[in-house]
């Protein structure tokens, strides 16, 4: 088992959109199996999760301050 590092960031909304976008990209053009793992497209496809789920965070909180 190798070791992993969890790191935390700090991502404006910009930063955010900008992230979720690059990984739709990717994930839409993976090149596939051999020329890539398929372990590359299920990470891509689990962070497109997580960044999904940012913009849902951060359009809620918009919502809230008004």
Same mark, same amino acid.
């Given at each position: 088992m190798k #070791? @992993? =590092?969890v790191l935390t960031l700090e991502l404006t909304d910009t930063d955010i &959109? %900008? $992230?979720a976008a690059t $990984? #739709? =990209?990717h994930y839409q053009n993976w *090149?596939?199996?051999p020329a890539a @793992? *398929? @372990?590359e497209q299920e990470r891509i496809n689990f962070l &497109? %999760?997580?960044m999904r789920c940012a913009l849902m965070e951060v359009s809620f909180l918009r919502g809230s301050s008004s």
């Open positions: #070791d @992993e =590092f &959109r %900008q $992230l $990984l #739709d =990209f *090149p596939g199996y @793992e *398929p @372990e &497109r %999760q997580v």
